[in-house]
Structure formats: C-alpha cells, structure tokens
Nanobody, 120 residues
Framework: QFQVVESGGGSVQSGGSLRLSCAAT?????MAWFRKIPGKLREGVAG???????TYADFAKGRFIISQDNSKNNLYLQMNNLEPNDTAIYYC?????????????????WGQGTQVTVSS
C-alpha cells in the first residue's frame, strides 16, 4: 500500500525552527510539502524529485530546506526563522512522476498532515 506519514510538527516561537519528516511506503519519483493556512487554499511549500530537481515557493526560499535521505523513502523539511503566518497544517505529498509543478493536482498520495503553530 502506498502511503506517506508526516511527523515533527509542534509549537514554536517566532524566529524558531522545526524539522518535519515524512516516511513513505513505496517508491515515488517526486515528493513535496504543502500547507493549509486557515481561510486560505492549500499551497505548495517545496518539492523534490529523484533527478535532484528542487522547487520552493517564494515564501520558503532562504528559510526552508527540503531534503531526502539516500533511500528516497524519507522526506524532510527544515524550517528556520519561522513566523506566525507560517502557522498551518503541513502535508507531505508524493507521486510516481517527476516533479512538474508545485500544485496539488500533480500529487496523488497525501498524508494526514501535521500541525505547525508559530507564536509571536
């Protein structure tokens, strides 16, 4: 059964850091992080594929780092200098195709999400 499971969410003060993890069952050529802020549409945060292509949303550039382990079964998101408007549910997503666009429609497997709360 193909699935992804997130972990590592929590509460942190503004300026702090968190590292999210995603464990994948099955092989995926692309994986990504999305987030859902209350009252807003789900948006892409960062994506990576097995060719080494990496894409970041503008708000994530310079603060967030996406990475995988050598097995490509574990995905990470290091989030630094967090701000209150980063508060959201963060989702891991995966797909059998290579990374094309950082949009929900391009990913077929989704985790349940992990809450990240940043206080000022």
């Amino acid at each position: 059964q193909f699935q992804v499971v997130e972990s590592g969410g929590g509460s942190v003060q503004s300026g702090g850091s968190l590292r999210l993890s995603c464990a994948a069952t099955g092989h995926f050529d692309s994986m990504a992080w999305f987030r859902k802020i209350p009252g807003k549409l789900r948006e892409g945060v960062a994506g990576i594929d097995t060719r080494g292509k990496i894409t970041y949303a503008d708000f994530a550039k310079g603060r967030f780092i996406i990475s995988q382990d050598n097995s490509k079964n574990n995905l990470y998101l290091q989030m630094n200098n967090l701000e209150p408007n980063d508060t959201a549910i963060y989702y891991c997503a995966a797909d059998g195709g290579y990374l094309r666009r950082l949009e929900s429609d391009y990913f077929g497997i989704w985790g349940q999400g992990t809450q990240v709360t940043v206080s000022s």
